[in-house]
């Protein structure tokens, strides 16, 4: 398939291993947050969204944690597997859109 | 698989002519936003429709243009291609106002030679 970026910084893992994806964003009044996941020629697809009145949440797998006071994001993937690798987003909403982040490529080797 | 589908998924223009991409929304879903994604690069805002009002745009000319039909389906337009208008543009569905859960479809890839 396409290469979605090819000079996107890079995250290598083993599979097993726990992953995070670290994310800064640009608006403080942001109150709305997402994490996509981009595979090779397809479009982003949700994983895990945050409101701003939370600091952590979890779901299977992923949590995501948020520090408002240093505007910065965190994915963190448990026993991260070969499937997970793909470039992953982390978006900020505003009033009408998504401010995406420019992506971290994760690449897991066996 | 989101439900949000478009279409076609690749095409090739020529400098100069214009486009329609289309996009249909996941169902019960009212809002529409497209964005164009260049490669290496994170997505970028073009538009947003809502009950078939464009409500917010990018930093994008003119020439990108759109429709969202009662059925909240939504086209995009560009007249004019440029070479840098080649890229991977994203259709994105969601219910209602911003800050709720939006699912993107596959995209549709252009290349403008």
């Known amino acids: 398939g396409e290469s979605v970026g090819l000079h996107l910084p890079t995250l290598s893992v083993q599979e097993g291993d726990n992953s995070i994806i670290n994310c800064a964003y640009s608006?403080?009044?942001?109150?709305?947050f997402i994490w996509y996941k981009q595979e090779s020629g397809k479009g982003p697809q949700f994983i895990i969204d945050?409101?701003?009145?939370?600091d952590k949440r979890q779901g299977q797998r992923v949590t995501v944690l948020l520090n408002k006071t240093v505007k910065h994001l965190s994915l963190q993937i448990a026993a991260t597997q070969p499937g997970d690798s793909a470039v992953y987003f982390c978006?900020?909403?505003?009033?009408?859109?998504?401010?995406f982040g420019t992506g971290t490529r994760l690449q897991v080797f066996p | 698989e989101t439900g949000v589908t478009q279409s076609p998924t690749h095409l090739i223009k020529t400098r100069g002519q214009q486009v329609t991409l289309r996009c249909s929304s996941q169902?019960?879903?009212?809002?529409v936003s497209w964005y164009q994604q260049a490669l290496g690069q994170g997505p970028q805002f073009i538009f947003q429709?809502?009950?078939?009002?464009?409500?917010g745009r990018g930093n994008f000319p003119p020439r990108f243009s759109g429709l969202q039909f009662p059925n909240y389906s939504s086209e995009l337009n560009v007249n004019a291609l440029e070479l840098d208008d080649s890229a991977l543009y994203l259709c994105?569905?969601?219910?209602?106002?911003?800050?709720?859960?939006?699912?993107f479809g596959q995209g549709t890839r252009l290349t403008v030679v």
């Open positions: 945050i409101r701003s009145n939370m």
């Open positions: 169902s019960g879903h009212n809002t």
């Open positions: 994105a569905s969601s219910l209602g106002q911003p800050n709720t859960e939006a699912f």
């Open positions: 608006n403080s009044a942001s109150d709305y």
């Open positions: 429709y809502y009950r078939e009002e464009e409500n």
């Open positions: 978006a900020e909403s505003s009033t009408d859109k998504l401010i």
